[in-house]
């Protein structure tokens, strides 16, 4: 009767869970009160914390990544070849962030694993081969070496995992060869397919939703704001300072030139801009980048008030600006196709993000189009916000959230949202001093470009402090000035730092 009892137990999920799990379920918790009852940005956080219940638990079926050839994340000289003809794999139940180096494993993991142990949380047979990259060899003046056997290892050498659970049918490399970036070192079979997520992320992974996000928020947006009030662009390219700011901040803290870009961007407080970045520049960091954008996004009624009354005085938040002026059809149209090809030829790279962007617009603009601009504004962009949520959700892994560089991340975020906020503001101040035509400065926060809610909280903050004034088509200009801004920051980026495009 213990046998059986123990063997159901084993057999049901309770074993594997673990202290990271708790910790992200209080997480969740607080997203879902925060969707739920505070109505913060539902749509977005809703689909989120439900893709993180998922993944904080051991499912079957749902995250895991059907087997596949096994290729090398580098170029360099294979110093070890454990994968073997017939030889089985099987994952962790719950997904974990493995050791990327030699020198990441204590001596005596490394080898248990080496002499085909299991260890607990790596799985069975997991390792396949051991890497020596060439800029390690490069990089290391003096390189450690950690001897097992007759193999021989340096702290620098590089982990190569399998990502999925299934049987190796091939191995195509001897120790001592040379590979490059991308080859064939492997073949892994195995006859169960991936699970439901993992072929909804490659909409992320393939750079995809981003840009129909981007679609719809297009033929969702309307311009004439920006266009009647043009000097308002200035307020949306100030935010982009906290972009800049972060960037620089994420370089002193050591980060990489590449993956500080990524993190920058979070001040831009745009979700799709921000994967589609980290995804080209630092696909490392896609999960805590994205994470933290998408929080700040729906966290605008909260993180950016106190910003905002904390540089206003209450003079300045009772500024009433004057009316704008109707803008016609044609110039809306007119605007749309200017700024597209003036964007791509100044950032070629930004070309998926504008091109969809004032391509939604126009859909929108040219009135000819009503059923194109109604499925790209409701069932396109509820669909994708669904699949883009959840997916982001599914990447809060405990083992991949509470780790320090994931939690530097976040800190860095909202430090880069709050200057973005500032900036905005200040920049309307400062322009205050030259014109006769006052700006609430209150408008200069939504340069951010989360729209349209930044404009919503400039509206609510202003009628806080006169009820009868009307903030929220004043607002809409600099937010989706932010929207182009970020987008062109994110475009330069990548072309000065590369990417994979």
Known sequence: MIDLLHRLYGNTGFGYLDWRMFVMWAVVCVLLYLAVYKKFEPLLLVPIAFGAILANLPTQGIINKPAAIVRSPDAGEIVYVAAQAGQSVYLNAVEKVMPTTVGDLDPDTLQLILDGEVVEGFGEGTLLYILRTQESVVSEKKPIELKF??????????????ESSGRVVENSVQA????VKGQAMGELHSDHTGGLFHYIQMGILLEIFPPLIFLGVGALTDFGPLIANPRVLLLGAAAQFGVFGTFMGAQLLGFSTEASGAIGIIGGADGPTSIFLANSLAPELLAPIAVAAYSYMALVPVIQPPIMRGLTTEKERKIRMKSLRPVSRLEKLVFGVIVTIACILLVPPASPLIGMLMFGNFLRECKVTERLNKAAQNELINIITIFLGSSV?????GDRFLRTETLGILVLGVGAFAVATAS??????????????KINPL???????????????SQVEGQKADPGNFLLMHAMGPNVAGVIGTALVAGFFLTMFGGTH
């Open 149 to 162: 056997n007759e193999h021989s290892f340096r702290l620098s050498d590089t982990l190569v995992w399998a």
């Open 393 to 397: 959700g599914i990447t809060m892994t």
């Open 443 to 457: 408008i200069g926060s939504a340069g951010v470009s989360a729209v349209p809610m930044a404009a919503r909280v």
């Open 176 to 179: 001592g060869e040379h590979v």
């Open 424 to 437: 905005g503001i200040l920049m309307a101040k400062f322009m205050n001093l030259f014109s006769k035509n």
